[in-house]
Each structure stands twice: as structure tokens, then as C-alpha cells.
């Protein structure tokens, strides 16, 4: 699978395409093909939630839709940390905002329905998403710069690719 951003150095992941319907669940492989994050699609009656886990099943995160909101919204949760996922409602190009609650923001950029975007933070691209590294047609990637929260970037990830098919 040999894809890597020449600006990142961080570890890079390959994901599926249109990653959840609900209750699908499905694995985030490193680019040596080992599984080691599964989203658990869940199905709640009021939002849809899906859960980030460890290769033992263990959960990292947590990530609920808010169907009732002005704007549609992905909550993730991670511990003592939350973060709310949104589209910018101006501009002409996707951009989603992710304002994490008592830390720094981060954005999301580019073509997202073409998984080509970059995830920002203070102005630092943190993470690439890139379906040019592969010829498989339904999977792209994700190359995260050094030091970056994984499970968070993922969650980010999985967020927008939910959000960019509403």
C-alpha cells in the first residue's frame, strides 16, 4: 500500500469509502494492511452514533449525530475531551469547522466528497486525506503529520466523510 505525503511523517491508515451506513461496522488498516481501529456503526433512536474501538474491542471514542440542530452536527467524544464537527455554512468550497472544547480548533479542507482535503490546526495541516495514493476504487487515506491524536484525527475523519454524503 505505499502512499505517503512527503510533508507528513506521521502514520498513515487506509479507509473505505462511504465508510458508514447504519450499524455497518468496518476496519482502519495501517499501511502494512494490519486492522487496527474498528468504527462500530450504532443505530440510537434519536441519532446515529458510532464508536471507535481498539483492535481488542476496547472504545476510543465516541461520535453521535445531532439530527435536531440548525446545521448538521457530529459530536465526538474522547474521554474528558469534546469536539463538535459542523459544515461552514459560507464559501464555495467544502469546509467543515471542528471546535474542540478547551483546546485548539481544527479545520477541514478541500474536496471532501473526493477525499481530497487537508485537516488544519493553527494553520498546520495535521493530516492529508488523499484517494490518489490507491487504485482500489473505493479506499483512500489518511497520512497524519508526527506527535497528531490519532483516534481524535480519525474520528475527524469518519465525521466528514458521514457529513459530506447528508
Known amino acids: 500500500m505505499g502512499f505517503r505525503d512527503r510533508?507528513?511523517?506521521?502514520?498513515?491508515?487506509?479507509?473505505?469509502?462511504k465508510l458508514m451506513s447504519v450499524g455497518d461496522d468496518?476496519?482502519?488498516e495501517d499501511d502494512q494492511g494490519h486492522r487496527l481501529f474498528k468504527v462500530?456503526?450504532?443505530?440510537?433512536?434519536?441519532?446515529?452514533?458510532?464508536?471507535?474501538?481498539?483492535?481488542?474491542?476496547?472504545e476510543l471514542v465516541k461520535v453521535q449525530e445531532k439530527k435536531l440542530a440548525v446545521r448538521d452536527?457530529?459530536?465526538?467524544?474522547?474521554?474528558?475531551?469534546?469536539?463538535k464537527v459542523h459544515k461552514r455554512l459560507l464559501g464555495?468550497?467544502?469546509?467543515?469547522?471542528?471546535?474542540?472544547?478547551?483546546?485548539?480548533?481544527?479545520?477541514?479542507?478541500?474536496?471532501?466528497?473526493?477525499?481530497?482535503?487537508?485537516i488544519?490546526?493553527?494553520?498546520?495541516?495535521?493530516?492529508?486525506?488523499?484517494?490518489?495514493?490507491?487504485?482500489v476504487r473505493d479506499t483512500y487515506g489518511v497520512q497524519l503529520a508526527q506527535g497528531q491524536d490519532v483516534a481524535l484525527i480519525l474520528a475527524i475523519t469518519v465525521c466528514v466523510d458521514a457529513m459530506a454524503r447528508d
Request: charge should be negative; charged fraction near 40%.
Open 7 to 17: 510533508d507528513l511523517d506521521g502514520p498513515r491508515f487506509q479507509m473505505r469509502e
Open 26 to 28: 468496518f476496519w482502519i
Open 40 to 58: 462500530n456503526g450504532k443505530a440510537v433512536r434519536w441519532r446515529d452514533t458510532f464508536v471507535l474501538e481498539d483492535a481488542s474491542g476496547e
Open 73 to 83: 452536527t457530529m459530536t465526538i467524544e474522547r474521554g474528558d475531551t469534546t469536539a
Open 92 to 118: 464555495i468550497r467544502d469546509h467543515y469547522v471542528i471546535e474542540v472544547e478547551g483546546g485548539d480548533d481544527f479545520k477541514a479542507h478541500g474536496n471532501i466528497v473526493d477525499h481530497e482535503y487537508e
Open 120 to 135: 488544519e490546526r493553527d494553520g498546520e495541516t495535521v493530516a492529508k486525506i488523499s484517494k490518489k495514493w490507491f487504485r
